[in-house]
């Protein structure tokens, strides 16, 4: 499957921004889809994941109440909504995906996804 991440971009702090990921090659439902985040000199961390089925989606603590993951799986596109961005925000933002067995199967580490997008940079701020 190949990823195609987009929207990111400029914002001033407390604005919003939603990403798309749009899949190709592949079925999406098959696979669990999640965003991690990227800034110079640390490690790809955790942001939003949800399970093939949609059912089921999980955020990190950083973002927890900011930030939600959705997916259309008839689009072959998964979104990570981002309010009240804040300056700590900013990263170069990576979707992943990888096929799971169960409909609810979720995935959080980023070793176990074997499909990346190449990310979209989101910068926050004044």
């Known amino acids: 499957v190949q990823l195609q991440a987009s929207g990111g971009g400029l914002v001033q702090p407390g604005g919003s921004l939603t990403l798309s990921c749009v899949a190709s090659g592949d079925i999406l439902y098959t696979y669990c889809m999640g965003w991690f985040r990227q800034t110079p000199g640390k490690e790809r961390e955790f942001v939003a994941a949800?399970?093939?089925?949609?059912?089921?989606?999980h955020v990190a603590n950083s973002v927890r109440g900011r930030f939600s993951i959705s997916r259309d799986n008839a689009k072959n596109t998964v979104y990570l909504h981002m309010n009240s961005l804040k300056p700590e925000d900013t990263a170069v933002y990576y979707c992943?995906?990888?096929?799971?067995?169960?409909?609810?199967?979720?995935?959080?580490?980023?070793?176990?996804?074997?499909?990346w997008g190449q990310g979209t940079l989101v910068t926050v701020s004044s």
């Open positions: 992943a995906a990888e096929p799971t067995e169960g409909d609810d199967t979720f995935l959080d580490a980023p070793e176990v996804y074997g499909y």
């Open positions: 949800v399970t093939r089925s949609g059912r089921s989606s």
